[in-house]
C-alpha cells in the first residue's frame, strides 16, 4: 500500500511540475519591450550602395619611348596642377638640339656675309649703272667712243646679275635659318615633353613604374585623380528610376563611419540599367570628404526624394514577413497578436504604415526574438 502512495505521489508531483512548466512556457504572461506607435514626419528615401571614385582618372604616360630619369612624386602625393611628376631620359634631344644650333649659327654668319655681299653688289651696281649713264650721254655727243660705252653697259649688266643672284642666296640662306629654327623649337618641345606634370590638382592614386625603366608611349607611370570632383557612385534598383533627378539631396554613410553622416546631390543619372543586377548608377556629388578616404571605399546613400510628411509610422526593423506580407505583433487587450500591416513611403529606418495600427498602438520590438510569445499576455 505505502509503494502504491508513493507512486502516486510521485505521479501527482510530475503532474503538477509539468502542468506548472507548459503554464510558464506557454500560458503565463511574459515581458518584453515595446515600442508606442506616433504620427511624425518622415523624408521618402531611395537606398542605394557603391564606392568613392574619381571623375576625372588620367595615366601618366610618355609620348616617346624612354628611360625614366627621376619621378617627382609617389602614391599618396596630393600635387598641385603644373607640378612635376616625371622627367625622362633627354641626352639624346639634348645632342640633337645641339648640333641644330651649331648649324643655325652657321647659317646666321653666312646670312650675315650674304648680307654685306649684297651691300657691295648694290653699291657695284650704283657705280656702274652711273658710268653707262655717262657714256650714254657723252656717245650720244661723240665724246666718247662706242666700244667704251659698250663696256660700260656690259659692267652694268654684270653688277645687276651680281645683286641679283646675291639676292637668291639670300633667300635660300633664310630658309636654312628658319629650317634651323624650326628644328630648335620642336627639340625645345620634344624636351618639354620629356617633363610629365600635372595637368590639374591631383592625387597621385597609384605608381606603376620605377626609376630607371624603359617605358613605351601608353604604358602608364602612374595614375592620377583630380582631387576636386570625387564623388560616390552609386547602384540604385531601376525600380526607382521614376523618382531619381539631378539636384536631389542624399545622405551618404561611409561603412568606415557608419555614425557619421555626409550630405551631397546627384550630379548625374547613367542611362543604362546592368541586365544582369537590374541596377543602374547614380554619380553624387559630396559636399565634403572624411578625413581619410580612399577610392573604392564603399558607402551606402539614401536619396531624399521628395518634402517630409507627417504620418503614422515606425522602425523598419520592427516589420516582420510572413508569405511576403509583412505584420507587426501588436498588444491587443493585454496579448501579443500577429496584426497585418499595409506600408507606405520608406524613410531611411523609417517607414510609414496606410492601414493595420494607428498612433498610441503599441508593437513588440526585437519581433523575431518574441515571436514565440504570440497570443501570450504580457506582464503589466
Known amino acids: 500500500m505505502k509503494r502504491h502512495m508513493k507512486t502516486i505521489i510521485k505521479a501527482a508531483v510530475f503532474v503538477i511540475v509539468t502542468g506548472m512548466g507548459l503554464y510558464f512556457w506557454k500560458l503565463a504572461p511574459v515581458s518584453v519591450p515595446t515600442f508606442e506607435v506616433k ?35 609617389d602614391q599618396g602625393d596630393t600635387v598641385k596642377a603644373g607640378t612635376l611628376l616625371v622627367e625622362m631620359d633627354a641626352d ?4 640633337q638640339k645641339r648640333i641644330a644650333e651649331a648649324e643655325l649659327a652657321v647659317a646666321q654668319a653666312a646670312l650675315q656675309r650674304i648680307d654685306a655681299e649684297i651691300r657691295s653688289a648694290k653699291a657695284n651696281l650704283e657705280y656702274a649703272d652711273s658710268m653707262f649713264k655717262r657714256s650714254e650721254k657723252l656717245l650720244s655727243s661723240n665724246a666718247e667712243s662706242r666700244s667704251t660705252f659698250d663696256k660700260n653697259r656690259q659692267n652694268m649688266l654684270v653688277a645687276a646679275a651680281a645683286l641679283e643672284q646675291a639676292e637668291k642666296r639670300r633667300i635660300e640662306a633664310g630658309s636654312t635659318l628658319a629650317k634651323h629654327r624650326a628644328q630648335i623649337a620642336y627639340y625645345n618641345t620634344k624636351l618639354s615633353e620629356t617633363r610629365l606634370t600635372a595637368p590639374f590638382d591631383a592625387l597621385i ?13 601608353g604604358v602608364s607611370i602612374m595614375d592620377i585623380v583630380d582631387t576636386s570632383h570625387i564623388w560616390a557612385s552609386v547602384w540604385v534598383d531601376e525600380t526607382q528610376i521614376a523618382h531619381l533627378r539631378n539636384g536631389l539631396d542624399v545622405d551618404v554613410f561611409f561603412r568606415t563611419l557608419p555614425q557619421q553622416r555626409f550630405q551631397g546631390k546627384i550630379c548625374r543619372l547613367w542611362r543604362e540599367t546592368d541586365r544582369e543586377t537590374r541596377e543602374y548608377k ?7 570628404l572624411p578625413r581619410n578616404w580612399t577610392l573604392g571605399q564603399r558607402l551606402e546613400v539614401f536619396i531624399k526624394v521628395n ?20 505584420f507587426v505583433l501588436c498588444i491587443v487587450d493585454g496579448k501579443i497578436t500577429e496584426r497585418q500591416v499595409k506600408l507606405g513611403i520608406r524613410g531611411k529606418d523609417k517607414v510609414e504604415i496606410i492601414s493595420g495600427l494607428q498612433a498610441d498602438d503599441r508593437i513588440v520590438m526585437m519581433p523575431q526574438k518574441h515571436l514565440q510569445y504570440t497570443n501570450r499576455k504580457i506582464k503589466k
Do not use: M
Not at 639624346?92 to 645632342?95: E, H, N, R, S
Not at 518634402?307 to 509583412?326: D, F, H
Open 39 to 73: 504620427s511624425s514626419p518622415i523624408v521618402q528615401t531611395v537606398f542605394g550602395t557603391g564606392t568613392l571614385e574619381g571623375k576625372n582618372r588620367l595615366s601618366i604616360t610618355p609620348r616617346e619611348t624612354g628611360a625614366i630619369r627621376k619621378l617627382y612624386a
Open 92 to 95: 639624346d634631344i639634348f645632342q
Open 205 to 217: 592614386v597609384r605608381r606603376n613604374r620605377e626609376q630607371g625603366a624603359i617605358v613605351n608611349p
Open 282 to 288: 547614380v554619380d553624387i556629388a559630396l559636399e565634403k
Open 307 to 326: 518634402a517630409p510628411k507627417r504620418c503614422v509610422n515606425i522602425p523598419a526593423k520592427l516589420i516582420s514577413w510572413k508569405n511576403n506580407s509583412p
